[in-house]
Every structure is written in structure tokens, then in C-alpha cells.
């Protein structure tokens, strides 16, 4: 079960967040009390599959500790649920999530300026990955459910799709979208401005897009034009694909 998440938890992070990947400011949050030595498979579930709690990991810095999605074995989103109060982590966070969401590992690059942070929620993402591998191997496969048919759904075929490239004040941008059947599985930059603010953006930019799976995401405070961009070139490219 879900649990509420407190008034004052709302006034200090500034929204809800439903498995959007922002960072949280603060360094606690509805499960700062508990130890969560132990990742569980059963913390919570989803329409699609189960909600995984990594460890929590003590680090200089301040505690780390996300809380994974998954549908299967698939990363579907990843949450902070505590990370440390500085703008380094704050500025890490989306790059960490957006290449989870890519790798489907723990296996990610850590990045740059921010080593503590990236160290630990590598270690809390992999304890959250092992507890719903071992869940997964623990539940009887599809396969062997007597309803289950090899013919029962088609093969999904991978494309690769190149939105159009869609010129701003700041500078071009196009969108390349990889597709298993009708499943958005990675997006890449072909062209972007030179800006940090474009550059902190990307990251949230792909993340929403593979969580959400189309092109109706929000806009990145701070980097409206290259998100307005970002969105007409990966929707020529979504497009492509009903063609």
C-alpha cells in the first residue's frame, strides 16, 4: 500500500513526486525513520509490476535511497526517496535516473562532481534490482502457465527513427527514438544547442519520455525553447513510426 505523503514533506519539496525522477531538496522523506537495511520486493506495486525500495546508504554526504519500478524485470521509473541536500546531487540525480532508465543496470556511469552520491545510489539501485530478481525468479514464468502460447504475440521489431530537426533561437535540435514494437526502449540527441541549460535538461527531457512513452511531457523549467524543440522533433519521429 501507498503510503500519504505528509503536508510538510509537500511544502518542502515543492510537488508531488509521482515517479517524476526531480530530485527532492530535502534529505528525509516519508521513510526517513526507517532503517531499510533490507530491500523488499514487496514495499509496494503498480498497475504494471512491483515498487522496489533500494538500501539505504549512509554517506558523508548525507543518506541515499531509491525506490525502483519495475514491469518484469524492466526499469520503468526510479525515485529518490532520500539524497543529500547539495546542489551537486541535485544536478546528478536526472543524469543518474535518465541512464538507469537507458542501461536497465546499475551498471551506469558515475558522474562527475558528485562521486559520493553516485556511489550510493548505484549500491541502493543494485540492492532494489537484486530483490525483484530474486522475486521474478522465485514466480512461476508464463511459460509455464497452461494459457500461455508461443504464437500468442508476435515478435517485436526494432526501429530506429530519426525526428525532424526543428531550428530554435538557440540552435538545432533533433530527437533519434530506438522503438521495440510500439515500446519507446531509448532516446539519443542527434543535435542540441550548446547550453547548460540545454544540457540539464536532456536528461529529464528522456526520462519523461521513456516513462511516459509519447511525447506529451512536460516542459523543463529554465530550458523552454530546446523542450518545445525536443518534443516537435521526437513526435515527427513517433509519427514516422504510425506511418
Request: hydrophobic share 35%; charged share 15%; net charge negative.
Amino acid at each position: 500500500m501507498k503510503r500519504a505523503i505528509p503536508v510538510v514533506v509537500l511544502s518542502i519539496a515543492g510537488l508531488v513526486p509521482v515517479w517524476r525522477y526531480e530530485p527532492s531538496l530535502g534529505t528525509t522523506t516519508t521513510e526517513a525513520s526507517e532503517p531499510a537495511s533490507t530491500p523488499s520486493a514487496s514495499s509496494g506495486t503498480s498497475s504494471s509490476g512491483a515498487v522496489v525500495k533500494g538500501t539505504l546508504v549512509n554517506t558523508e554526504k548525507g543518506p541515499v535511497q531509491v525506490q525502483v519500478a519495475f514491469d518484469g524485470d524492466k526499469i520503468t521509473a526510479v525515485k529518490m526517496l532520500q539524497q543529500p541536500n547539495h546542489p551537486q546531487t541535485t544536478a546528478a540525480v536526472p543524469v543518474l535516473v535518465s541512464e538507469t532508465l537507458e542501461a536497465q543496470s546499475a551498471d551506469i556511469d558515475t558522474v562527475s562532481g558528485a562521486t559520493i552520491t553516485s556511489g550510493a545510489y548505484k549500491e541502493s539501485l543494485q540492492a532494489a534490482i537484486d530483490a525483484q530478481d530474486e522475486a521474478v525468479s522465485a514466480s512461476p514464468s508464463a511459460s509455464d502457465s497452461p494459457s500461455a502460447s508461443p504464437s500468442s504475440s508476435p515478435a517485436s521489431v526494432s526501429q530506429t527513427l530519426s525526428g525532424s530537426t526543428v531550428k530554435t533561437d538557440k540552435g538545432p535540435v533533433q530527437v533519434q527514438v530506438t522503438l521495440e514494437g510500439d515500446k519507446i526502449t531509448a532516446v539519443k540527441m542527434l543535435q542540441q544547442p550548446n547550453h547548460p541549460q540545454t544540457t540539464a535538461a536532456v536528461p529529464q527531457l528522456i526520462s519523461q519520455t521513456l516513462e511516459k512513452q509519447s511525447a506529451d511531457i512536460d516542459t523543463v523549467s529554465g530550458a523552454t525553447i530546446t523542450s518545445d524543440g525536443y518534443k516537435e522533433s521526437l513526435q515527427a519521429a513517433l509519427d514516422a513510426k504510425a506511418g
